[in-house]
C-alpha cells in the first residue's frame, strides 16, 4: 500500500500518531465529513473495511454511527496495526496488516470502502483502485477522501513532491480502468480547496 519509507515512518508514529496536531486540526474534520457522506450514500451498510486504517479512529467512530456492521481495517504498517489491535481489546473492529494492492478478502465482501489520507501512500494506485473494485458489493461505495491536483496547483504539487496525490484527470481515468465512477464529491477543507471526499460506485 505504501513505500518502503513511508510504512517505517509510520511504525515509528504508532504510539504517538493520535496526539499529532494535524488530527485535530485535519483529520479529524475529514473523518466527520467522510462518516457523514458515507450514511447520505450508503444508509446502513453491513460490511466496512478501512484502507489504511492506522490506528482505526475512523472506525472506532463508524462503529458508533453503523451498529451492527462488521468492521475491518487493513495497514500496511504493522506496529500500526498492533496499536489498533491493542486500543480496541473488545475485538468489535478486526485489524489486519494489508496492503491496498493485496486486499486478503474475497470478492463482493463490503458494503463500504473507505480510504481517508492515505490514497497518496499507495504503492500501485492502479492496482489499488482494481483490488477495492474486486472487494466492493454491487451498489457499495468507495470513500476516497484525499487532496487532488488538478489545473495550476499541479507545478505546486510537483515542487512540494506530492506526485502521489492523484491527479484529477488520472484518477478518472484509473476508475475507469477499474471499471468505477464517480457518482459525487464533497470539498471538505480549506487548504487551498483541493481535500475532497470522493463517492466512487461500480460503473
Known sequence: MAHGHDVDRFNRWATTYDRHWMQRLIFKPIQRTVLQVAAEQVGSPSTI????CGTGKLLKSARGRFPGARLVGV???VEMVKYAQSS??????EFRQATAEELPFPDASFDLVFSTMTF???HNQARGAAEVARVLTPG???LLADFVVSGFMRPVGALLKIHQFPDRTNLQTMLSKAALK??????ISRLGGQVAVIVIAKA
Open 120 to 122: 497518496h501512500h499507495w
Open 182 to 187: 464517480v457518482v459525487k464529491e464533497r470539498r
Open 49 to 52: 473495511l478501512d484502507v489504511g
Open 75 to 77: 495497514d500496511a504498517a
Open 88 to 93: 480496541t481489546p473488545d475485538g468489535t473492529i
Open 140 to 142: 457499495g461505495r468507495w
